[in-house]
């Protein structure tokens, strides 16, 4: 019995995840409160331009948790299931065989 060896349609779906610039503003805040402590005495105490680099840094971190909840949940449940099953061929070894028979 021939089976059909062309698979109709796509037996798996890739879901992407969206723009995010919540990985962006981490790392503009992670600079600021690193660089913050070498900036005193530029408008403010050295805290301060930590304490925002750190507040930024939290929210972003917030950001980018919400928008993977958000993008695991909006997966569909259940794709269907079709493995592309292939042929089945026998190898067979170029080695010297001991009997008349195939080894392999």
Do not use: D, H, K
């Amino acid at each position: 019995m021939s089976q059909p060896t062309r698979i109709q349609g796509p037996t798996e779906t890739i879901q992407t995840p969206r723009a995010s610039w919540g990985p962006a503003l981490f790392a503009v805040g992670a600079t600021g409160a690193v660089a913050g402590i070498y900036a005193n005495g530029f408008a403010f105490s050295a805290f301060v331009w930590s304490y925002i680099g750190i507040i930024i840094m939290l929210f972003a971190f917030r950001a980018i948790v919400r928008s993977s909840v958000r993008s695991y949940y909006s997966l569909p449940r259940r794709q269907e299931a079709r493995p592309a099953t292939l042929p089945v061929e026998q190898i067979y070894l170029e080695s010297r065989p001991s009997s008349g028979r195939p080894q392999g």
